[in-house]
């Protein structure tokens, strides 16, 4: 059921999604203080694109540094990243068919407001106990 999900996802929102992040990066990466901003917008990118079958988990050594950046990423770029998840999330929402991926899409608001400090692995690694 989940590469289903995953091909549906990718048409209907995850490619453009992607590209959102994508752009997100490429503006973090040419500025050069905030590379690590550019980082993980390019692997929630890979998120955004593939979602079903993953999840995320707190880093346990995320401290303070993760949570300066998180509010300076906010602040660039995660509330317009989270404004496309809520718009994507409603108009999936929209068809029964949708409302996994409109659920999916709300989901995933969290990591676009704050990425840092979060690791994103397989769900059965969190299933075994392996992502902690």
């Known amino acids: 059921m989940r590469p289903l999900l995953n091909i549906i996802w990718l048409v209907l929102c995850g490619f453009w999604m992607a590209v959102g992040y994508a752009v997100a990066g490429v503006i973090c990466c040419i500025l050069i203080i905030t590379i690590p901003f550019g980082i993980a917008s390019f692997r929630i990118a890979g998120y955004a694109l593939w979602p079903f079958g993953r999840t995320t988990v707190p880093k346990p050594e995320a ?36 409302i996994p991926l409109g659920i999916a899409s709300f989901k995933m608001i969290p990591i676009s407001l704050m990425p840092l400090g979060v690791d994103i692995v397989p769900v059965d690694a969190v299933r075994s106990g392996a992502a902690y």
């Open 63 to 98: 401290g303070t540094a993760s949570l300066i950046g998180n509010v300076i990423w906010m602040i660039v770029a995660g509330i317009w990243l989270a404004i496309g998840h809520i718009t994507t999330g409603i108009a999936l929402c929209i068809t029964i068919i949708g």
